[in-house]
């Protein structure tokens, strides 16, 4: 297994580097200290072609101004936060509107704009980094100095683990994911509609409008939105729920039950790819790219369009209506968040 460093450019924070995790089956993970964005994760193809199986950009630079949270790191909070508006021990907070009426995966200038310090480290099971950085009191709103640390690893069972890590000196709140847009043709050759899914898990939240969580949860049985068997993600995505209308797709979390099983599972019939998500935490908000980023260059050429990527963003419960579910991203002062994600690939 391997690590190479290399400097991409140079921004108004400093310096970016993107880091290349290598394990010896031929899976490679490349991450920048910017954001903590991972730009590209090469896996074969059952016949050995080794290909991206994520969105990324051409110029780098371009990750800086990405409204699609493209691969990042996303904090304080993933997801939106009804009206922008928090009640932390009877105290209220306001926090950064950037999107409509709604706070968005932390505000204005969220983890995916930072840049972190990373560390490198290569054993003899695993390889991977750990990037830490500290969150303000008051960034975008939020109470409390955050102190954080999020660590990738790639081993030789071809399994990417993001372990997330949070102390802070006030209450508040903390709930992390990662953005990465999936797709496991190979260099966004198709679009994922064809791909099957399956998603553990008997009830999804409502979302209004705005596209923030209304605070109600519904039985995915004989909806549009029942994966608990492999399924092609095209297969009901135009169908007449209201949901989907409101979505433009598939745009929700799925409330998912605590135990180490496999929580979602996509499969690229055509490729022979396939990758399991694991993780402890209690949602996943799955997106099938209803409004792409159709402004810059994919590393593969042309531009992003409309389904031909899914996100998997495994987090707590984002905050609905009238603070519905905010006590999942709750942290209290002196106790540490801690969170598990594993993306596991086969071929």
């Not at 016949?47 to 630079?61: A, F």
């Not at 009640?87 to 209220?92: P, S």
């Not at 995966?105 to 560390?119: A, D, P, Q, R």
Request: proline share 2%; glycine share 10%; aromatic share 10%.
């Amino acid at each position: 297994m391997r690590i190479n460093e290399e400097f991409v450019f140079e921004d108004k924070n400093g310096k970016v580097y993107e880091y290349t995790l290598r394990n010896d089956k031929n899976i490679e993970v490349k991450i920048l200290n910017l954001g903590g964005i991972i730009t590209g994760i090469y896996v074969p193809d059952r016949n050995g072609i080794l290909e991206n199986i994520v969105v990324g950009w051409k110029n780098y630079k371009d990750y800086t101004w990405d409204s699609g949270y493209t691969g990042a790191l996303v904090g304080r909070t993933a997801g939106r936060i009804a009206d922008g508006k928090i009640t932390i021990n009877k105290e209220n907070f306001q926090l950064s509107k950037n999107s409509g009426n709604n706070t968005l995966h932390g505000g204005n200038i969220g983890f995916n704009k930072k840049l972190w310090n990373v560390t490198k480290y290569n054993d003899q099971d695993e390889v991977g980094l750990i990037l830490e950085s500290v969150s303000k009191d008051g960034e975008e709103g939020y109470p409390g100095n955050v102190i954080l640390k999020v660590k990738y690893s790639l081993n030789n069972n071809n399994e990417l683990s993001i372990e997330y890590y949070g102390t802070s000196d006030k209450d508040t709140l903390l709930n992390m994911t990662n953005h990465s847009y999936f797709n496991l043709s190979g260099n966004l050759k198709r679009s994922v509609l064809d791909e099957f899914l399956t998603i553990k898990s008997n009830k999804f939240a409502a979302i209004t409008e705005d596209g923030a969580l209304s605070g109600k949860l519904i039985d995915v049985n004989g909806t549009e939105f029942d994966f608990n068997y492999p399924k092609e993600i095209g297969k009901d995505i135009n169908g007449e729920h209201n949901q989907l209308k409101l979505g433009n797709g598939y745009d929700h979390p799925w409330s998912l039950e605590k135990n180490n099983n496999v929580k979602v599972r996509l499969e690229d019939k055509e490729s022979g790819r396939s990758m399991e998500v694991y993780t402890d935490r209690e949602a996943v908000v799955v997106y099938t790219t209803n409004y792409p980023e159709d402004n810059k260059e994919l590393y593969s050429g042309g531009f992003l369009k409309k389904n031909y990527a899914i996100c998997f963003e495994t987090q707590g419960m984002p905050i609905g209506k009238n603070e519905t579910f905010l006590d999942g991203s709750i942290l209290r002062k002196g106790e540490e968040y801690k969170a598990k994600t594993i993306f596991k690939f086969t071929n």
